[in-house]
């Protein structure tokens, strides 16, 4: 929730000045607010400054004579600031007493919001009954056994038996329970894509849970014992495991549970929790890992099956009501929204490359910010349709969103923000944190991509130094500069903690671990430091370390197996990292396929291709009797390149590891090539694999099964890897 309105009207209104009502007319796309401010001082003779430290977020503007007091008053109110008295004239500020006042009620709200989602799962915490497990499992079943009937009606009926099946799942109901016992106060303070990990025993680097989590805790036992043997119905066919629709959840606990682990990652700007468990005993082991959906603040029932509970009920039809003439938009943003639009996984090889215009445009993000494009453009172009003055706050988030305002003036306006008296104010997710990346940063990468025409490693972990994950813009604008036809495989593949880390690493820290030396924590700079216990406290991590003397046994004797706390980083590491913890760094270089894909009606540009993917298409192609549309994909052409992948390991306490692969690719150049031109050894690879593809799809056939259809028969519908 952001700070009452009437805050900045007051602090603004203190100064008497007549020319605070001069009306004044002022326009700008997206700007920074030093300048913006800059400007407004010299149009109208008062002397305005600003906090330096909101100088640089930025800033829409559009309004046509209106009272400089009530302007003023809006761009407070979109900076989540306001006006003070400073000297002669008036300084943009956001004091410390505003910012608490802010945190405040948006604490309050969300912790509002969380006690009312609790509120409705408790709701639906049903008795526990088995039978209800069983039958559902018998139903569906039976139904895929008939090929499945999707007849209104059933699918209607079926979706109604869905929920109260959910509501018995053990690990939600868990979930239900803890949460409840929980001061929602400490689920509103985590912080939004942080690792938190609470526990009924918990370490230093943990939360606390209280006793009423041991009691949640020994009910789950017991009601998982009873899904186990309930889900057991029907589990063994003739000619292999049935597989039941998804539910998975079926699992004993294998041991006597005396301490639980809730890990909990926020994520504010789709109001939810990522909630994951387990149960332990008492050295350690973990004797269950329940499944769960997480806990969603958007006021949807039970597992989200509120749409499902609507079902058979129709949604009264809505009037249709006429639409309003599109906005124009200049060519140039007409043409970045069309790339944006088209380009996902791949570039579609049919959309030309983009326009000389529009890559200098990009290529010039320091002095023409990608934010003058989206959203100020189509903002702009509707307010001045409408004559509506518009006061609004932006960060680089708004960048892809604007580039999706579609329709009529009052629609776009309507899709930006809400319309008051004529007036559009708006404000960021996070008014008090906008992320606006650094441009020399953005320029610097992209930049790259243009000489090189490819997108390279060196340059992603340089610019990952300055982006804010994999949000960046970066990320967006790379695929409309890469050449047609040669789009890599997606940046966010890459493993952002150690494309982070990569990054910090300098060009003698590479050569020196590349040679098969190790690299000390005591010895590492801050940022690699830094960069090290962010990838640390992010995830589990894996058996395998090499730092021996390092061991901490306190899991029973001998090197910790697989299922035990000692991957739980704060377990682990209760007190911090460990100065003796090492980083290694090897590489391979190795021929890399790319191959171009035509899937549905998407044509997909030259990726990166393994055998397994190759021969899963050209087998497709020849099996469309059982393989679905969805399923099938025709290849276009191949070309050849190379593959740079570098490991890194960093080796942790207790034979712990935690490890990843960064890839980098060239592709060479000329049009594409036909399997024929193919390397032997690499079209040997592939015909080994179709072999394969060829004898599952005959067997699979034969016991009248499908890729992606019902499974009559029992067997797995899952290709051989």
Same mark, same amino acid.
């Given at each position: 929730?952001?700070?009452?309105? @009437? ?64 302007? @003023? ?7 989540? %600031? ?38 409705? &799962? ?11 497990? &069983? ?6 079943? !039976? ?12 699918? =209607? ?65 017991? #009601? ?25 959840? !079926? ?45 969603? @603040? ?37 043409? $970045? ?19 000389? #215009? ?39 988030? *708004?960048?892809? *969103? ?5 329709? *009529?003036?009052?629609? +776009? ?15 960021? !997710? ?55 036809? =040669? ?57 395998? %370390? ?32 460990? $100065? ?22 998407? +044509? ?118």
């Amino acid at each position: 929730m952001l700070a009452p309105v @009437l805050f900045f009207v007051i602090a603004a209104s203190k100064q008497t000045a007549p020319g605070l009502d001069r009306k004044v007319s002022f326009s700008c796309p997206a700007t920074q607010a030093g300048q913006v401010v800059d400007s407004l001082s010299k149009q109208t003779g008062e002397t305005l400054t600003i906090d330096p430290r909101l100088a640089d977020e930025m800033w829409i503007v559009r309004v046509k004579d209106v009272p400089l007091r009530i302007l @003023l008053d809006k761009l407070a109110y979109a900076a989540t %600031g306001h006006w003070e008295p400073n000297g002669a004239g008036l300084k943009l500020d956001r004091p410390d007493s505003l910012r608490r006042t802010v945190e405040h009620e948006e604490r309050v709200a969300r912790i509002a919001a969380i006690k009312k989602a609790i509120d409705g &799962r408790v709701k639906d915490l049903v008795p526990f009954a088995p039978s209800i497990i &069983r039958n559902y499992f018998e139903t569906e079943r !039976n139904r895929q056994r008939n090929g499945g009937d999707e007849s209104s009606p059933n699918r =209607q009926q079926s979706a109604k038996d869905a929920v109260e099946f959910a509501k018995q799942q053990p690990g939600d109901r868990l979930t239900t329970r803890i949460l409840q016992s929980m001061d929602p106060g400490l689920l509103a303070d985590l912080q939004s894509g942080q690792r938190t990990v609470f526990s009924t025993s918990p370490t230093a680097m943990q939360k606390s849970l209280d006793a009423d989590a041991i009691q949640a805790m020994e009910q789950f036992v017991r #009601e998982q014992t009873q899904w186990t043997a309930a889900s057991q119905i029907g589990e063994q066919e003739a000619n292999g495991p049935y597989q039941y629709m998804g539910w998975t959840e !079926n699992a004993a606990v294998t041991g006597t549970p005396t301490r639980l682990l809730m890990v909990c990652t926020a994520d504010w700007s789709s109001q939810s929790i990522d909630i994951q468990f387990k149960l332990c005993d008492n050295r350690g082991n973990i004797v269950s890992q329940p499944q769960t959906s997480g806990f969603s @603040l958007n006021g949807q029932s039970w597992l989200e099956y509120g749409d499902l509970e609507a079902m058979p009920d129709p949604t009264p039809a809505q009037p249709e009501t006429k639409p309003g003439k599109p906005i124009e938009l200049s060519p140039l943003a007409a043409e $970045m929204r069309r790339l944006l639009q088209v380009d996902g996984p791949g570039r579609n090889a049919a959309v030309p490359p983009a326009s000389p #215009e529009l890559r200098r445009f990009i290529l010039d993000s320091q002095n023409r910010d990608p934010l003058t494009l989206f959203p100020s453009e189509p903002v702009l172009r509707a307010a001045e349709e409408t004559s509506t003055n518009v006061a609004a706050c932006v960060d680089d988030a *708004s960048f892809q *969103s604007g580039a999706s305002l579609d329709g *009529s003036a009052a629609d +776009v306006l309507s899709q930006f923000g809400a319309v008051k008296d004529g007036w559009l104010t708006a404000r960021p !997710n996070d008014p008090l944190h906008p992320v606006v990346e650094s441009r020399k940063g953005l320029a610097a990468f992209l930049a790259s991509i243009d000489k090189l025409g490819r997108l390279t490693l060196d340059a992603e972990a340089a610019y990952a130094q300055t982006a804010p994950g994999f949000d960046g813009l970066g990320w967006q604008l790379d695929q409309v500069l890469l050449p047609q036809m =040669q789009a890599m495989m997606p940046v966010q593949s890459q493993d952002w903690q150690f494309l982070k880390l990569f990054g910090a690493l300098s060009s003698s820290d590479r050569d020196v671990l590349l040679k098969g030396s190790k690299l000390t924590l005591v010895n590492m700079t801050g940022d690699q430091q830094a960069a090290i216990d962010d990838l640390v406290y992010s995830r589990e991590a894996e058996l395998g %370390g090499q730092n021996g003397d390092m061991i901490v046994d306190r899991f029973g004797p001998g090197p910790p197996a697989y299922g035990t706390l000692v991957t739980e980083p704060t377990e682990l590491l209760p007190g911090g990292l460990d $100065m003796r913890i090492t980083l290694q760094m090897t590489s391979q270089d190795q021929d890399a396929v790319f191959s171009s894909m035509q899937v549905g009606d998407q +044509v997909i540009g030259l990726m990166p291709t393994d055998p397994d993917q190759i021969a899963m298409a050209l087998a497709s192609t020849t099996n469309k009797d059982i393989v679905p549309t969805d399923f099938s994909e025709t290849i276009l052409g191949y070309q050849t390149g190379r593959r740079q992948d570098y490991n890194l390991t960093v080796n942790l306490p207790s034979l712990c590891r935690d490890s990843g692969t960064l890839s980098d690719f060239q592709i060479a150049s000329g049009p594409m090539i036909t399997f024929e031109k193919l390397p032997d050894a690499v079209k040997k690879q592939i015909q080994d694999k179709v072999d394969e593809m060829a004898k599952f799809f005959k067997d699979l056939r034969a016991n009248g099964g499908s890729l992606g259809g019902s499974n009559r028969g029992g067997g797995s519908t899952v290709p051989p890897p």
